[in-house]
C-alpha cells in the first residue's frame, strides 16, 4: 500500500489515505470534510469495499452474513449520504460475477453485489451527467483472492485475472462514456472462438415496458421504428463481440412494418434470429427480428467494422436555409409523438443535404438504460433524413433500408448530438441519403450510408 502511495506521489497526483469504517456515515463525513477544505468537492467516488465470511448457509452466522451485506450496502449508503452534494461525475462501484452467476458459500456476498448493480441502474437514469458503472469482478489474482480460493478456481477451471490487465480494463471501462451502468470483467479469451454464434433473444414488447411506443403511431396504430429493432439485432452480436468494438450493420432492410396492435394488452413477442451468413467471412452472421408467427420484420448482416470513420469527413452540406418554422413536428412528414421527438434545432436544409441537433434516449425520458445502442438518437437521425426528402421530393417518405449501419459507440447517448445527412440521390421512387451522428467531444457514434427513403402513400 505504501508502495501505490509513494508511485501516485511520484506520478504527481497528491494522496490522502484516511482509515475509516465505510458503514459510518459520520465518520465518512468527517474524512471528507477535510478533503474538501484542502482540494474542493468530491467529483469521483470508487466503492470498493467488501469483506468475505464464506459458509454454507446452515454453518453461517446472523453476524456474519450482515458483516459481509453492511460493508458493501450500508458503505454505499453512507458514501452516497456524504457526497450527496458534490458535483459527483464517476461513481463506480466495484461488484462481482458471485452477483450474476452466484458461488458457493457466497450467499450474503451475492445478494451484497445485486444491491450494487441494481443501484447502479437507478443511479446512472438519476445522474445523466455522471459516468456510472458496477463492474461485476471475476476472481483476480490478488485481493481477496487467498492462495487456498485460487486453488480452488484453479480446480474449477476458473482463470485468475492478471492485475495489470485487470487495471487496464478497469481504466478503458472508466473511458467508455457511452458504455451500460452494469458491466462483467473477467479473465478470459479476448474474443470468442470463432465457431461462437450470437445468441438469439425474445423481447416481450409492452406498453408498460415501451411506453415511448405509443408516440410512434402511424395511420392511428403504434408501429416498431426500425432504430429500435436495429437496436435488438445490435444486442444479438452481444455475445460474439467485445462491448464496445464497433459494428457494421450491412443490408438493412424492412421486409413490412410491425403493427403493435397490442401494446396496451398482452404485448408483442419479437425473436431475434440469428444464423452464419451464407457467404463471405466466418466473423458475418444474419440477423433476423420475427413476429410470433415466424415472420420477418427487419433484417441485417452483422460484421465488425473495419475501421472509425472521420469525423472531419462529415462537413456541414451546401446551401442550408433555415426552416421557416422552428416546429418541425407537422403530424404528416413528421409524425412522432413527444416521447420520439428527438430533434431539439435544425441549422438547415437544402439539395445538398441538411444539419440538425438530435437528443437520445435518456432526455426523450424512455426507460430502462440497457441500451446497446440508443434507439432515441438514431431514430432522430433519420427524422432529419426524413425533412431532407421532403425538401427534395415533396413529399413525406419513410426509412425503408439502409446499406451500412456503423455503430461505433454503444450505449445511451450523454448530450446533444450533431446530426448531418449528405444527399445522394432523388429517384422515382424516394431518396437515397448518407447520416451520421456524432457526440458532443467529436467522434461519430453512429454512420448510415445508402439511406433509403420511399415516398409515403397519403
Given at each position: 500500500m505504501r508502495a501505490t502511495l509513494a508511485a501516485l506521489e511520484a506520478a504527481g497526483s497528491p494522496v490522502r489515505y484516511v482509515p475509516v469504517d465505510v458503514r459510518d456515515e459520520a465518520a465518512v463525513r468527517a474524512a471528507l470534510r477535510e478533503v474538501r477544505a484542502s482540494w474542493g468537492p468530491v467529483t469521483g467516488l470508487v466503492h470498493g469495499a467488501g469483506v468475505l465470511a464464506d459458509r454454507h448457509l446452515a454453518d453461517k452466522t446472523d453476524a456474519q452474513f450482515d458483516l459481509v451485506l453492511s460493508t458493501k450496502v450500508d458503505g454505499l449508503r453512507a458514501l452516497l449520504a456524504a457526497t450527496a452534494d458534490d458535483p459527483l461525475d464517476l461513481l463506480c462501484l466495484f461488484s462481482s460475477v458471485a452477483a450474476t452467476s452466484?458461488?458457493?458459500?457466497?450467499?450474503?456476498?451475492?445478494?451484497?453485489?445485486?444491491?450494487?448493480?441494481?443501484?447502479?441502474?437507478?443511479?446512472?437514469?438519476?445522474?445523466?451527467?455522471?459516468?456510472?458503472?458496477?463492474?461485476?469482478?471475476?476472481?483476480?489474482?490478488?485481493?481477496?483472492?487467498?492462495?487456498?480460493?485460487?486453488?480452488?478456481?484453479?480446480?474449477?477451471?476458473?482463470?485468475?485475472?492478471?492485475?495489470?490487465?485487470?487495471?487496464a480494463a478497469f481504466v478503458a471501462e472508466l473511458g467508455d462514456t457511452g458504455g451500460a451502468p452494469r458491466v462483467v470483467i473477467a479473465a478470459g479469451d479476448a474474443v470468442p472462438a470463432a465457431d461462437t454464434a450470437p445468441r438469439p433473444a425474445r423481447v416481450l414488447v409492452r406498453g408498460s415496458r415501451h411506453p415511448q411506443l405509443a408516440d410512434h403511431e402511424i395511420a392511428g396504430a403504434p408501429v416498431l421504428p426500425?432504430?429500435?429493432?436495429?437496436?435488438?439485432?445490435?444486442?444479438?452480436?452481444?455475445?460474439?463481440?467485445?462491448?464496445?468494438?464497433?459494428?457494421?450493420?450491412?443490408?438493412?432492410?424492412?421486409?413490412?412494418?410491425?403493427?403493435?396492435?397490442?401494446?396496451?394488452?398482452?404485448?408483442?413477442?419479437?425473436?431475434?434470429?440469428?444464423?452464419?451468413?451464407?457467404?463471405?467471412?466466418?466473423?458475418?452472421?444474419?440477423?433476423?427480428?420475427?413476429?410470433?408467427?415466424?415472420?420477418?420484420?427487419?433484417?441485417?448482416?452483422?460484421?465488425?467494422?473495419?475501421?472509425?470513420?472521420?469525423?472531419?469527413?462529415?462537413?456541414?452540406?451546401?446551401?442550408?436555409?433555415?426552416?421557416?418554422?422552428?416546429?418541425?413536428?407537422?403530424?404528416?412528414?413528421?409524425?412522432?409523438?413527444?416521447?420520439?421527438?428527438?430533434?431539439?434545432?435544425?441549422?438547415?436544409?437544402?439539395?445538398?443535404?441538411?444539419?440538425?441537433?438530435?437528443?437520445?434516449?435518456?432526455?426523450?425520458?424512455?426507460?430502462?438504460?440497457?441500451?446497446?445502442?440508443?434507439?432515441?438518437?438514431?431514430?432522430?437521425?433519420?427524422?432529419?433524413?426524413?425533412?431532407?426528402?421532403?425538401?427534395?421530393?415533396?413529399?413525406?417518405?419513410?426509412?425503408?433500408?439502409?446499406?451500412?449501419?456503423?455503430?461505433?459507440?454503444?450505449?445511451?447517448?450523454?448530450?446533444?448530438?450533431?446530426?448531418?445527412?449528405?444527399?445522394r440521390k432523388t429517384h422515382e421512387t424516394g431518396a437515397r441519403c448518407d447520416v451520421a451522428l456524432l457526440d458532443p467531444d467529436g467522434p461519430v457514434r453512429f454512420e448510415l450510408l445508402g439511406v433509403e427513403l420511399v415516398r409515403r402513400p397519403s
Amino acid at each position: 500500500m505504501r508502495a501505490t502511495l509513494a508511485a501516485l506521489e511520484a506520478a504527481g497526483s497528491p494522496v490522502r489515505y484516511v482509515p475509516v469504517d465505510v458503514r459510518d456515515e459520520a465518520a465518512v463525513r468527517a474524512a471528507l470534510r477535510e478533503v474538501r477544505a484542502s482540494w474542493g468537492p468530491v467529483t469521483g467516488l470508487v466503492h470498493g469495499a467488501g469483506v468475505l465470511a464464506d459458509r454454507h448457509l446452515a454453518d453461517k452466522t446472523d453476524a456474519q452474513f450482515d458483516l459481509v451485506l453492511s460493508t458493501k450496502v450500508d458503505g454505499l449508503r453512507a458514501l452516497l449520504a456524504a457526497t450527496a452534494d458534490d458535483p459527483l461525475d464517476l461513481l463506480c462501484l466495484f461488484s462481482s460475477v458471485a452477483a450474476t452467476s452466484g458461488n458457493a458459500g457466497q450467499a450474503d456476498y451475492a445478494m451484497a453485489n445485486a444491491v450494487l448493480d441494481h443501484v447502479a441502474s437507478a443511479e446512472s437514469v438519476r445522474r445523466p451527467g455522471c459516468l456510472v458503472r458496477s463492474v461485476a469482478w471475476g476472481p483476480w489474482q490478488a485481493g481477496m483472492v487467498t492462495p487456498a480460493l485460487a486453488a480452488h478456481f484453479g480446480r474449477s477451471g476458473i482463470p485468475l485475472l492478471a492485475v495489470d490487465r485487470g487495471a487496464a480494463a478497469f481504466v478503458a471501462e472508466l473511458g467508455d462514456t457511452g458504455g451500460a451502468p452494469r458491466v462483467v470483467i473477467a479473465a478470459g479469451d479476448a474474443v470468442p472462438a470463432a465457431d461462437t454464434a450470437p445468441r438469439p433473444a425474445r423481447v416481450l414488447v409492452r406498453g408498460s415496458r415501451h411506453p415511448q411506443l405509443a408516440d410512434h403511431e402511424i395511420a392511428g396504430a403504434p408501429v416498431l421504428p426500425v432504430a429500435m429493432a436495429l437496436n435488438w439485432l445490435t444486442g444479438a452480436a452481444a455475445s460474439r463481440w467485445r462491448p464496445g468494438e464497433p459494428l457494421i450493420l450491412r443490408d438493412v432492410r424492412v421486409y413490412r412494418k410491425c403493427v403493435l396492435s397490442r401494446l396496451d394488452g398482452a404485448g408483442h413477442r419479437l425473436d431475434v434470429r440469428v444464423a452464419a451468413a451464407a457467404t463471405g467471412a466466418p466473423s458475418r452472421w444474419e440477423a433476423e427480428l420475427r413476429d410470433e408467427t415466424g415472420a420477418p420484420h427487419v433484417g441485417a448482416v452483422l460484421e465488425r467494422a473495419a475501421a472509425v470513420p472521420d469525423p472531419a469527413a462529415w462537413t456541414t452540406p451546401e446551401g442550408l436555409d433555415v426552416p421557416a418554422s422552428p416546429r418541425v413536428y407537422d403530424g404528416h412528414v413528421l409524425f412522432h409523438g413527444p416521447r420520439f421527438r428527438a430533434v431539439r434545432a435544425v441549422r438547415g436544409v437544402s439539395r445538398h443535404g441538411a444539419e440538425a441537433t438530435v437528443v437520445g434516449a435518456r432526455e426523450l425520458g424512455w426507460p430502462g438504460d440497457a441500451w446497446p445502442l440508443d434507439a432515441g438518437a438514431l431514430d432522430g437521425g433519420l427524422q432529419v433524413a426524413l425533412l431532407w426528402a421532403h425538401g427534395v421530393l415533396g413529399e413525406a417518405a419513410l426509412p425503408m433500408a439502409v446499406a451500412e449501419c456503423g455503430v461505433y459507440r454503444r450505449g445511451p447517448a450523454r448530450g446533444p448530438l450533431r446530426c448531418v445527412v449528405r444527399a445522394r440521390k432523388t429517384h422515382e421512387t424516394g431518396a437515397r441519403c448518407d447520416v451520421a451522428l456524432l457526440d458532443p467531444d467529436g467522434p461519430v457514434r453512429f454512420e448510415l450510408l445508402g439511406v433509403e427513403l420511399v415516398r409515403r402513400p397519403s
